[in-house]
């Protein structure tokens, strides 16, 4: 299986998950992140502090 499951969270909350390649890398990971719907009406009017990435795991967006 060359697929994992990722965690898109906001503020550490788990806002939405996704299935990817198991080999996708940090860039990637965080657009995809920054792209999705759900995770962007918890963004919407605020700015991004610092995103965490770790690789087949979570991307973790931190907002103010």
Known sequence: ENT???VFQVNGK???KASVAKD???AA???LAM??????EFM???TVVKS????GK???IVVK
């Open 44 to 46: 919407a009017d605020k």
């Open 29 to 31: 990971l965080e657009k």
């Open 58 to 60: 979570l991307v973790n």
């Open 35 to 40: 792209d999705n719907d759900r995770v962007k």
């Open 14 to 16: 788990v806002r939405a």
């Open 4 to 6: 994992v499951e990722v």
């Open 52 to 55: 965490i990435v770790v690789p």
């Open 24 to 26: 996708m890398d940090k």
